[in-house]
Structure formats: structure tokens, C-alpha cells
């Protein structure tokens, strides 16, 4: 793409200029978009927490990790376009990167829609598995069944935040969130205050606002005129696209759901604790959405620098675009890590008043604050080995380190204790092993690559 057309889309510079100019840059405003994603969800918890009761807060609460399992899912796939996207402009191959794009609408929606079915039909089972209260489970059934109707919705929406930010461009995507995230909480307000509902109140706001945020980027897409133009006519499915995207989106969504999956398992020991304890676990576990939303922005910004870098054949900027995104994503969670520990309370309140659900929800805010910064070890890590091609080895690393660790914790060291930070500890210790593992791998791959001359 030339750079008179990048100017004119608000591209970001990628293959030029001041890397740690740049990819702050183009961080930042995905930044924000990644906070107002997940804002669709935190403002559900928010409303009920406030304007219901408990009881409607520990039902939205509950289904908090499977929401982010199958959102996490449609977020790996959007990864995996952003790299195959980023690595076509990288290179100057247009026609790569119009097959990329037309294909890889296909495969985001099919799978947004195969999300949202399963999540429609299996919520109760799903559910019934990780042992919710049952004075909870008939809400959090109704808001899951409601939500999953927006599932397609987001899969459009990673979709084209994939093709955007490989250009360079984050800005339009944020603002497009921003907008559709202000109509979730009108909507909210409305639905619970107005019409008297609760977590099917806030269920039906997000799956409304998420179909906003889709039609708004891809109709900017449709008025592009470069290689990133998106055109309903044009779709079909290439082979070989579909499976550049999907050796990159599946084990990057695999990752991201298995982070859900083990943290399932945490929510069961949770949900053995009464009521108050969920409720309470369900307000401080938004800051881990929150804090990990922000730095993952910069992960982004690491994978699609290195696969522009790497299309271009500029080594020192491909490696240096993993160190530099490395450190602000570690300077971000800890800084974020240390207001939350300051301001945990007033941060609860945002979601509950009773005093009691707050003081629990400070015992996992005490020892999650200074595990944030950890974890960008291992995610950026992953972010970069994906900028180089890779995806399935690291996926394996994280099922070890952070899947099977986690679960071993629980049935050993948890089950031993039982006491809620004998729970959380888990974090620090799954994400210290994962983090080195993912380092090495990187580092033996990144040299591989300079000896065979594929960089």
C-alpha cells in the first residue's frame, strides 16, 4: 500500500519510522477499543449490580467465562486475519490480501454463528457443569441464551478491527465501539430502570449494540479504496486463505478460550463458597477483563508490526517491535495493577453496594494486582511467535502451563486449603511457568528463522 493511501485511511506506519513512536500510536486507540468490547459485558454486571439486586448480579456474573471462552474464541480469529492481512500489505501482494479478506468474512461469521448456537442450545448444560447456585442458574441461562444471539455480530466485528488495525488503521474501530458501547448502556438503563427487567435486560442491549458495531465497520470497509476495500460481491472462499487464517486464528483462539476454560474450573471452586462469594469473585474478576484488554492491545500492535516487518523483509525491526511492545504491555499491567490495588474498593463499588460482596472481591483484587505485569511475559511472547508464522506450539505451552497447571492446583493445593487465596494464587504461579516457556520458544524460533534465512 502507498503511503499516500495509508495518509489517507489514518494509517499507522509500520515498516518505517519510530517504532516506539508508532506502535504506541497505534496501541492506544486499540486499546481503548478492546476496553469498550469488553465494556458490552462489564456495563451488564454494572447495571444489575446496581440497579437490581445480587442475586441478578451473581446470574450475569456467572456467565462471565463462558462469555469471554466463545469471545475469546471470535477475538483469536480476528488475530489470525490481522497477521495473514498485515503480512499481504507487508509484502505489497494486494491480490493475497483481497483473498484474505473476502475469505476470512466467511469464516468469522460462520463461526460467530456456530458460537452463538451453541451457547443458545447448551447454556443450561454448560452451566449445570460449573456447579451455579441455583438460586442464580434460571438468570444466567436467560442471559446467555439472549446474549448468544449477538455472537455473529462480534465475529463481523473481529473481522474487520482484524483488517483495520493490520493497515495501521486502530482509530475507526474505536470509534465505531464507542458508539455502539454508548447505545449498550442507554440500552441498559432503559431495559432495567424503564422496563423493570434485569439480566435479561442487559443481555438484549449488548446483542442489539454488538450488531451496531458490526454494520458500522464494514460498511467503513465497503468505502475503503485500497487493498483493504471490502465488497459483498467479491465473497468466496479461497483455500489457501482459509487456511493461512486458520493455522493462525484457531490455535489463537484456542488460547484465548483455554484461559476460559481453566478459569472455569476456578469459577467451580468459587461456586463452592455461598452466594456473597460469587457474587463478590464476579465484581473483581471485571478488572482481569479490564487490565488484560489494555494490554492486549499492545500484543496486538507486536503481532501486526512483526508480520508487516517480516513481509518486508526488515529483521532488526521485526525483533525490536517484540521488545519495545514487551515493555509497555508489562509497564501497563503494572501500573494498572498498582491503581487497582490503591482504589479496589471504589472500583467494586461500581458494581456492588453491599459491603460484604466488596470485601470479597478485595481478597482476589490483593493478590491479582501484582500478577498483571507477569502475564505480559507470556502473551506478548505469544503475540510475537504468532508475528513469525507460529501459533499451534504456543497454544500447546499455554494448555500446560496455564490449563492443566490450573487444574492440577485446584484438585491438589486448593482442594488441600480450600481457603479463597490458596484459589487465586494459582495466577501468579501458572503465569510466571507459562512466561518462560513462551520466551524460549520464541528465542529458539526467532533464531531458527535468521539461520535458515527466512528473515
Not at 61 to 74: K, P, R
Not at 234 to 240: A, I, T, Y
Amino acid at each position: 500500500m502507498s503511503n499516500d493511501k495509508r495518509k489517507k485511511t489514518g494509517g499507522i506506519q509500520m515498516i518505517q519510522g519510530s517504532l516506539w513512536k508508532n506502535i504506541f500510536l497505534f496501541s492506544v486507540p486499540l486499546m481503548f477499543s478492546q476496553v469498550l468490547e469488553v465494556m458490552f459485558n462489564l456495563s451488564d454486571v454494572a447495571v444489575v449490580g446496581r440497579f437490581a439486586d445480587y442475586r441478578a448480579l451473581g446470574s450475569v456474573g456467572s456467565t462471565t467465562l463462558l462469555v469471554t471462552l466463545f469471545t475469546g474464541f471470535l477475538i483469536g480469529m480476528g488475530s489470525g486475519v490481522n497477521v495473514q492481512t498485515a503480512l499481504g500489505l507487508g509484502a505489497g501482494d494486494e491480490k493475497a490480501v483481497d483473498r484474505t479478506i473476502h475469505t476470512s468474512f466467511l469464516l468469522c461469521a460462520f463461526i460467530g454463528l456456530l458460537a452463538g448456537g451453541i451457547c443458545f442450545f447448551f447454556a443450561d448444560g454448560m452451566l449445570t457443569l460449573m456447579n451455579t447456585k441455583e438460586e442464580l442458574i434460571d438468570g444466567a441461562i436467560l442471559y446467555l441464551r439472549i446474549y448468544a444471539f449477538g455472537m455473529p455480530a462480534m465475529g463481523i466485528y473481529n473481522f474487520g478491527n482484524g483488517v483495520m488495525s493490520a493497515s495501521g488503521d486502530t482509530k475507526h474501530p474505536l470509534l465505531y465501539l464507542a458508539i455502539a458501547g454508548v447505545i449498550n448502556v442507554i440500552l441498559n438503563l432503559f431495559f432495567v430502570i424503564r422496563c423493570h427487567m434485569a439480566a435479561e435486560g442487559v443481555a438484549l442491549a449488548s446483542a442489539i449494540s454488538q450488531y451496531l458495531s458490526a454494520i458500522l465497520i464494514l460498511i467503513h470497509l465497503m468505502y475503503r479504496n485500497e487493498a483493504c476495500k471490502f465488497r459483498f460481491a467479491r465473497l468466496r472462499l479461497s483455500m489457501d486463505a482459509a487456511q493461512n487464517v486458520l493455522f493462525i486464528g484457531i490455535p489463537a483462539g484456542i488460547q484465548n478460550a483455554i484461559f476460559a476454560i481453566a478459569n472455569i474450573f476456578v469459577q467451580v471452586g468459587v461456586n463452592t463458597f455461598d452466594a456473597v462469594t460469587v457474587s463478590g469473585n464476579a465484581a473483581a474478576t471485571n478488572a482481569d477483563s479490564l487490565i488484560f484488554n489494555v494490554m492486549y492491545a499492545f500484543y496486538t500492535g507486536c503481532t501486526s508490526f512483526m508480520g508487516q516487518n517480516r513481509g518486508a523483509g526488515q529483521r532488526k525491526r521485526v525483533l525490536k517491535s517484540y521488545f519495545i511492545s514487551l515493555f509497555y504491555s508489562s509497564v501497563a499491567g503494572a501500573l494498572l495493577g498498582s491503581l487497582l490495588f490503591v482504589f479496589g474498593r471504589q472500583f467494586l463499588g461500581l458494581f456492588a453496594t453491599e459491603r460484604a460482596v466488596i470485601d470479597v472481591g478485595m481478597q482476589r483484587i490483593r493478590i491479582m494486582c501484582f500478577s498483571y505485569a507477569i502475564s505480559a511475559f507470556m502473551d506478548c511472547s505469544i503475540a510475537a511467535s504468532r508475528g513469525l508464522g507460529k501459533s499451534v506450539a504456543p497454544t500447546i505451552i499455554v494448555i500446560l502451563g496455564s490449563c492443566v497447571f490450573r487444574i492440577t492446583w485446584i484438585y491438589t493445593i486448593f482442594a488441600y486449603f480450600h481457603t479463597i487465596p490458596s484459589l487465586y494464587l494459582l495466577y501468579f504461579f501458572s503465569w510466571t511457568i507459562t512466561s518462560a516457556a513462551e520466551i524460549l520458544y520464541f528465542v529458539h524460533t526467532y533464531r531458527k528463522m535468521v539461520r535458515e534465512h527466512q528473515l
